[in-house]
């Protein structure tokens, strides 16, 4: 157990299922949480997110990059 990995995995939940946020912040979740490792603090609604809109902006660089290199490459061939 790691809390970055606890936060990613909160992040990755909401994402992919399409939860509000604001269910980290139910107190049945963060009984769960401390059911299952006691002394561990679930993240809040506001660090998941954060954590998600900085895996975006993150992520978003990654992909322009890619399309930025493969344009070129694709300028450098039809010169």
Do not use: W
Request: net charge positive; proline share 4%; hydrophobic share 35%.
């Amino acid at each position: 157990y790691t809390e970055a990995r606890h936060r990613a995995i909160c992040a990755l939940r909401c994402a992919k299922n399409k939860r509000p946020f604001e269910s980290q912040d139910d107190e049945l979740y963060r009984l769960e949480v401390d059911l299952l490792r006691p002394g561990a603090v679930a993240p809040s609604s506001a660090v998941v997110r954060r954590d998600v809109g900085t895996l975006y902006n993150e992520y978003a660089k990654v992909v322009r990059y890619y399309f930025e290199v493969r344009f070129s490459l694709y300028q450098s061939e039809h010169e």
